[in-house]
Every structure is written in C-alpha cells, then in structure tokens.
C-alpha cells in the first residue's frame, strides 16, 4: 500500500487527476471505477480541466459507479446519476453508452444486482477504482459489519452515514435508508484503487484503515489485502497516523 500525503485537497486532487490520467493515456479503454460524495469533486474538476485542454480523451472509457441510493430517479438532484452528470460526464465526451450507474428505482432489486455485476464481467472488472472513504470505515456504501465475500447488493445505510450524507439533502428523513453498492468482493477485482480522503474528519477513518487490523467493521481496512492500493490523502486525514502527516508532500508504503 502506498500512502502519498499532500499539502491541501487541492493538490491531493490534482495529483490524482494526473494519475487517473495518465491511466487513461496508457489504456484509453481504461474502465473506470468511480465514486461520488465531497471528496472526488477537486478530482472530477481537474479532469474536466484537463479534457477541455485537449490533453485527455474519454470516447473510449468505460465507467461504472460504486453506487446509488435506492428509490431515488436519476434525475434526483442528490442521485448519484444526477451527481456524475453535474461532476464529470456533461464536461467531457465519455459515451453514454459506457457510463454504468445502479439502478436506483430497480423493482427486482437481485435481478438489478445480478445485472450489474454481469455488465462489470463482461467489461474485464474495473482497471481502476476510485474509492472516498466514510467517517464510519465504509467504502462504496458497505457499511461496518459487511461481508467481505458480498458482491453488489443493497444494504442499509448505517445511521452515521445517514447524519453525514444529511448536508446534501433538506433533512436528515429526507436522506435514503438503502442504497445498492458494488460488494467488497467487487471492489477488490479492480486491478488498481485509489483512496482519497482529505480533512479531519476522516483521520480516524484513515488510521483504522492503514494500520488497524483488517476487519469488517472497518471495511477499508480490507484494502490492506489488495495488492495495488494507492492512499492520497491530505495532511490533515493524515494527522492520525503514526508516520505522521506534518511537512512536506511525502509518499510512504506500509
Ligand atoms: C460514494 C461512496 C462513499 C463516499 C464516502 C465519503 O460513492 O461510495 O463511500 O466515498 O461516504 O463521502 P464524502 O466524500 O462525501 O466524505
């Protein structure tokens, strides 16, 4: 696992948008895997930049999302389809047809898994995975206590993450209680993850996840397990850990 701690979100966004990237210039049917919420927002900014300038084509990039609240429509103002189009797929010529999102209004919730899961394998599984992480542990929406072996499915949001997702939305009843997310099984098939994390508030999250035991009630710490893992994260997520995250932009592998 390498840990690359930078000065401020922004540089940590810049600094993954050029590895993302370069990813895409080496592969340019690269499949990508991303994730929504506050963190990749810098990310998704600096892409855009970099597409406008000429310097990143997208026409052949397949992309599929972690995630998306069950019940909401797409064009919900706090779906994740809604987010993405917002974010990163109006700005830049990815094909429609290769953008893949959970269905969030899906009647047959298994049947919608089962397809996801059937679009992923049929695309080679993810190249690379961007992944934000919760203040409870969580990555995509599995939540403490989830089971490594799971593939997508729907889970119950756990009430932390009800509380911090409640900024998006009017209150926190309006915040949906369930969610369909790609399982940790799927999210470890990628072949490379990113994890972004910047601010305090996920210092602990970040600690647990690096050098705390590997358990589900952590679920990043799974990630200790995958061998192509590159944590960027700000000095201040990086607070916790032992190795510090004061001074300069410094990478370090644990
Ligand atoms: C979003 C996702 C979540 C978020 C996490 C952090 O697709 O899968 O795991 O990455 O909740 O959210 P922010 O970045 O808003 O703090």
Request: charged share 20%; proline share 4%; with cysteine.
């Amino acid at each position: 696992m390498l840990v690359e701690v930078f000065n401020d979100y922004e540089e940590m966004s810049r600094r993954a948008a050029r590895h993302v990237a370069a990813a895409i210039r080496q592969k340019p049917d690269l499949v990508l895997g991303l994730a929504t919420g506050s963190t990749p927002v810098g990310l998704y900014r600096e892409l855009v930049r970099l597409f406008r300038k000429g310097e990143l084509d997208f026409s052949r990039v397949t992309t599929f999302n972690l995630d998306e609240y069950y019940g909401l429509s797409a064009s919900h103002e706090q779906s994740y389809h809604y987010f993405m189009q917002e974010h990163l797929f109006r700005h830049v010529n990815v094909a429609l047809e290769r953008i893949h999102i959970p269905d969030g209004q899906a009647t047959d919730i298994q049947a919608e898994c089962a397809r996801y899961e059937q679009l992923l394998a049929e695309a080679g599984w993810v190249d690379l995975q961007i992944l934000g992480i919760g203040g409870n542990g969580h990555i995509g929406f599995n939540e403490p206590g989830t089971d490594f072996g799971a593939s997508t499915h729907l889970i119950e949001l756990a009430p932390a993450t009800i509380q911090a997702n409640a900024r998006f939305f009017k209150s926190p009843e309006d915040v949906p209680r369930r969610a369909i997310s790609m399982g940790i099984k799927t999210i470890m098939r990628s072949r490379e993850i990113i994890l972004l994390a910047s601010g305090r508030d996920k210092a602990e999250a970040i600690r647990a996840a690096i050098e705390g035991p590997v358990t589900n009630q952590v679920p990043a710490s799974v990630l200790q397990l995958h061998p192509n893992v590159r944590v960027m994260i700000d000095q201040a997520a990086a607070a916790l850990l032992s190795h510090g995250g004061q001074g300069q932009t410094h990478a370090m592998t644990v």
